[in-house]
């Protein structure tokens, strides 16, 4: 069953979420247990593939409840509508689009488009967004940014794509980064890395959120 509510709090609770691009369903598969053995269980499948929608459907059938999968790199309605019918749970777009937000509102599922404006979140909010994705601009500018939004607009739920890693995840969590977005960290290497890459990630973002509260 699709869930709006359900699903932000979970892609929250988690906070760290996959970011994939693969070639087969196979890899696919392989990279979702590597990832869900590592404690990541939110995957977003991009749309730059042409067999993205494959692969959603394949992890869905294969992982059920276990992982929340869903659509990346979405620019247009009619890929949204496409995405959700093959089982994607949340849709992310490198953009903002009235049509995909109001598509992803009909079936509820969290919708997350990137914003480079503070105009242009608020308005995503105010049409339902579940997050406000950081793009591309987050690469650049890194947890600052987060900062930046935040501070007049606690409430804002920020995903950010891009610029985090070991060694800096738990200064994003810290200016309150709601999910983290990572690719190659949980995407490439063997299985065995992929998972102690996902077990290190979800370790320092639970330590670092436990500081917080106790603060």
Same mark, same amino acid.
């Given at each position: 069953?699709?869930?709006?509510? $359900?699903?932000?709090?979970?892609?929250?609770?988690?906070?760290?979420?996959?970011?994939?691009?693969?070639?087969? $369903?196979?890899?696919?598969?392989?990279?979702?247990?590597?990832?869900?053995?590592? @404690?990541?269980?939110?995957? #977003?499948?991009?749309?730059?593939?042409?067999?993205?929608?494959? $692969?959603? #459907?394949?992890?869905?059938?294969?992982?059920?409840?276990?992982? $929340?999968? @869903?659509? @990346?790199?979405?620019?247009?309605?009619?890929?949204?509508?496409?995405?959700?019918?093959? @089982?994607?749970?949340?849709?992310?777009?490198?953009?903002?689009?009235?049509?995909? &937000?109001?598509?992803?509102?009909?079936? &509820?599922?969290?919708?997350?488009?990137?914003?480079?404006?503070?105009?242009?979140?608020? +308005?995503?909010?105010?049409?339902?967004?579940?997050?406000?994705?950081?793009?591309?601009?987050?690469?650049?500018?890194?947890?600052?940014?987060?900062?930046?939004?935040?501070?007049?607009?606690?409430?804002?739920?920020?995903?950010?794509?891009?610029?985090?890693?070991?060694?800096?995840?738990?200064?994003?969590?810290?200016?309150?980064?709601?999910?983290?977005?990572?690719?190659?960290?949980?995407?490439?290497?063997?299985?065995? #890395?992929?998972?102690?890459?996902?077990? &290190?990630?979800?370790?320092?973002?639970?330590?670092?959120?436990?500081?917080? +509260?106790?603060?």
């Amino acid at each position: 069953m699709m869930n709006k509510a $359900v699903n932000t709090l979970k892609i929250h609770e988690t906070g760290i979420m996959a970011i994939i691009r693969v070639d087969t $369903v196979a890899k696919g598969l392989d990279i979702a247990k590597s990832c869900l053995d590592g @404690g990541v269980n939110i995957m #977003e499948i991009s749309y730059t593939n042409n067999n993205a929608g494959e $692969v959603i #459907e394949r992890l869905k059938s294969e992982f059920k409840h276990d992982m $929340v999968i @869903g659509a @990346g790199t979405v620019l247009d309605q009619t890929t949204a509508r496409l995405a959700i019918l093959s @089982g994607s749970e949340f849709i992310i777009s490198p953009s903002y689009d009235h049509n995909v &937000q109001m598509i992803s509102n009909l079936y &509820q599922i969290p919708y997350a488009p990137g914003c480079t404006s503070y105009t242009e979140a608020v +308005k995503a909010l105010e049409g339902g967004a579940s997050f406000i994705k950081a793009f591309p601009i987050s690469s650049y500018y890194g947890p600052d940014l987060i900062s930046t939004f935040k501070v007049p607009f606690p409430k804002m739920p920020i995903l950010s794509s891009g610029g985090a890693n070991l060694e800096n995840l738990h200064r994003w969590v810290e200016v309150g980064t709601d999910c983290i977005g990572i690719g190659g960290l949980l995407s490439k290497g063997s299985c065995q #890395e992929i998972t102690n890459n996902a077990k &290190q990630l979800r370790k320092i973002l639970v330590e670092t959120r436990e500081k917080l +509260k106790n603060n």
